[in-house]
């Protein structure tokens, strides 16, 4: 038996208003009469219309959200953003904004159905009809750009990083004697090019976490001008000072600090000394001395013109494959130049005033961030973990519970 048989159009939309005290206890008595289950037609809407588009609509229409289920957008949980509970001909239309969709439930008595197709239609044309409501309205939001944090970002990718580093170091051999038994050599046959291949898996990673260090460790200092930086330096390019001005400077060029940044701190010197670590290793400047074994080889020409190899010392055929891989870029350089980013990071925490530092922690703790262009300020708005309030045949098919779907 089909029960909807009229369609929701433009003078139902526009006979919409705001339930009273009254009709808003009677639609919360009956919502929990049926379980927290709405009952009535859902029209959801994702691709119809933008989210900023309907929260405009309906707060030109209708001020600022007072669903019952509104103060659960306080909870970053809930996947709720905001409720609205509407009345049409005495009963209830309630229209929930959630993180990945919209849900508009018109209530069964009223007999109506619409598509979201259809839904999202009538609300454009009512939007163009209302524009002087909404520029009324659109100060009251505001607008920010959401950006990749590039500090945050490069932590998180050298973590990664160092996590595979370390995985590779747990299971490759560092040195083998040179084979002289059948199974040595068996072994050595079947296992050398492995080997050799994760050396140098290990050794791309060491050297690349050795340059996303110091650039790390840099992109903080950049964050604190863009975020701290005080107005009457902005406009004069701060950030492309040299890097001993600009750190040296921050107290001065930015609000916030407690005390001065002190480019003679062990902190600043090791960052320093990685940054022209990183430079030798991004212009490709040739330094025998800081990338060799650790080894002295001589040759000698035959009188028939071979050139034969004398080694100081004897090394198997592993140690002198996959030595100068592991010995240029250990792992252990790696760790030290991310550890000494980190305490660089530290040290400029510690240099600003406790509640700056604090604001600042939590900001670099987030790999999405805002800025809002007009008053030039830079935020980290919400989690990077957006929850969604599963619709029911979602949540019910995943059997149910209190665990919400978080998207990462």
Wanted: charged letters at 25%; aromatic letters at 8%; hydrophobic letters at 40%.
């Amino acid at each position: 038996m089909k029960f909807h048989t009229k369609s929701f159009n433009a003078e139902h939309l526009r006979a919409l208003k705001l339930a009273t005290q009254e009709e808003y206890d009677r639609a919360l008595n009956d919502y929990l009469a049926n379980n927290g289950v709405p009952q009535g037609h859902l029209v959801r809407i994702t691709s119809e219309l933008s989210p900023v588009a309907m929260f405009k609509y309906m707060l030109a229409r209708f001020e600022d959200p007072t669903g019952r289920i509104n103060d659960l957008s306080k909870d970053p949980l809930s996947g709720v953003a905001w409720h609205y509970l509407l009345m049409l001909e005495g009963h209830p239309v309630e229209v929930t904004g959630y993180n990945f969709r919209i849900d508009v439930v018109i209530h069964r008595d009223l007999g109506l159905e619409a598509s979201p197709e259809e839904l999202a239609k009538l609300i454009k044309a009512d939007l163009a009809a209302r524009r002087n409501q909404v520029m009324q309205a659109l100060p009251r939001l505001r607008k920010w750009v959401t950006f990749l944090n590039p500090y945050s970002h490069l932590r998180d990718t050298a973590s990664r990083m160092l996590a595979r580093a370390e995985e590779i170091d747990a299971v490759l051999d560092k040195s083998r004697r040179h084979p002289s038994t059948v199974e040595e050599l068996k072994w050595q046959l079947a296992n050398h090019g492995t080997a050799c291949a994760l050396a140098s898996e290990l050794a791309g990673i060491n050297l690349a976490l050795r340059m996303i260090a110091p650039v790390m460790a840099e992109t903080f200092v950049n964050l604190t001008l863009f975020k701290l930086l005080k107005d009457g330096y902005r406009g004069r390019d701060v950030h492309r000072a040299n890097i001993l001005e600009r750190v040296g400077k921050l107290h001065q060029t930015c609000d916030g600090f407690a005390s001065p940044v002190d480019i003679a701190a062990p902190q600043f010197v090791a960052f320093h000394q990685m940054m022209q670590n990183r430079n030798n290793l991004l212009h490709g400047n040739i330094r025998p001395e800081q990338q060799s074994e650790g080894e002295v080889v001589y040759t000698y020409q035959q009188p028939n013109g071979a050139i034969i190899s004398l080694f100081q010392e004897w090394k198997s055929i592993y140690d002198r494959s996959i030595g100068s891989r592991l010995t240029a870029h250990p792992l252990a350089s790696a760790k030290g130049d991310l550890a000494a980013a980190e305490r660089f990071v530290e040290y400029l925490l510690a240099c600003m005033q406790p509640a700056v530092a604090a604001d600042f922690r939590r900001t670099i703790g987030f790999v999405n961030m805002q800025y809002d262009k007009r008053s030039q300020e830079l935020a980290a708005l919400f989690s990077d973990d957006l929850a969604d309030s599963l619709p029911p045949e979602l949540y019910f098919g995943m059997g149910g519970g209190p665990v919400p779907f978080i998207a990462e």
